[in-house]
């Protein structure tokens, strides 16, 4: 198992090149051909973002209950929101990544673990964006530069080394079944309404619901990073979220390194 983990290791840093370029590749592959070109990675999260507010702080009313003073309701909502669109990217086209590079499998022989690094990559460019935006926003607001704020880049990198293994863990799956990507695009949307993207996972009244949540990684990031934005705290300061998702990052780490060890030769062959 160790021998396998190293592998992983070993061939991403090794094609630590490729991977970049290929990552760029993919974004100009995606803006190719749209005159707004890079731009549609801003536009469609932020009409997105737009609707979900107007429904819920204009129409439902939900964010005019905040204490006097407090942050406004749009700063809570993108803290929540912007990290989601990056998860959910991985749990839809970077769980299928196989099918999506099939040539870097079958021609060029591109180490598998690095393919998914590719598609994580190039996600994780548009999130760095679209975390931008959000300190402009932040800073628009006049909130302060405080400490808070530098647990921000911990959070995005152990987002990205969590979904890379997710995305190690499924797309092999997934190469050898579509089972496998069809449950996971399925899974989705009840992932999107049942993670706290959109309410505080702390309110919720019933206490072994919101234990069961802890253990879900999308919480996690979630609130941890409106943590830093909105509601000051630490990520750490929670021992059972962290505990929870500490456990599930472990979990996750051995299953993909099991599942690459059985399937990682069989992936060219199902291709």
């Avoid at 819920?56 to 406004?72: M, Q, W």
């Avoid at 990198?157 to 092999?172: G, H, K, N, T």
Wanted: proline share 5%.
């Amino acid at each position: 198992m160790l021998g396998t983990l190293a592998t992983i290791l070993r061939d991403n840093w090794e094609w630590r090149r490729q991977i970049g370029r290929l990552a760029i590749f993919e974004l100009v592959k995606k803006s190719r051909g749209a005159v707004l070109s890079w731009a549609w990675f801003l536009i469609k999260p932020g009409m997105y973002i737009f609707c979900f507010w107007f429904a819920l702080d204009v129409g439902l009313r939900v964010g005019s209950g905040g204490e006097a003073g407090a942050p406004p309701y749009l700063l809570w909502l993108c803290a929540g929101l912007i990290p989601w669109f990056f998860m959910q990217d991985m749990l839809g086209a970077g769980i299928d990544v196989m099918h999506r590079y099939p040539y870097l499998v079958n021609k060029i022989k591109f180490p598998l673990s690095g393919i998914s690094t590719i598609f994580a990559s190039a996600t994780m460019l548009v999130q760095l964006m679209l975390m931008a935006v959000l300190f402009a926003l932040y800073f628009a607001y006049g909130m302060p530069l405080d400490p808070y704020l530098a647990q921000v880049p911990l959070l995005l990198a152990l987002m990205f080394l969590f979904w890379d293994l997710v995305s190690i863990l499924f797309s092999q799956l997934s190469a050898i079944s579509k089972d496998v990507a069809n449950l996971m695009h399925a899974m989705s949307t009840p992932f999107f309404w049942l993670s706290g993207v959109i309410f505080n996972v702390k309110s919720v009244p019933v206490d072994w619901i919101q234990a069961i949540l802890y253990f879900n990684p999308i919480t996690f990031f979630v609130t941890s990073f409106r943590g830093a934005f909105y509601d000051k705290t630490w990520f750490w300061e929670d021992p059972l979220m962290c505990g929870g998702f500490a456990a599930v990052f472990a979990l996750t780490l051995v299953a993909a390194v099991l599942v690459y060890r059985q399937f990682n030769e069989e992936v060219a062959d199902v291709l």
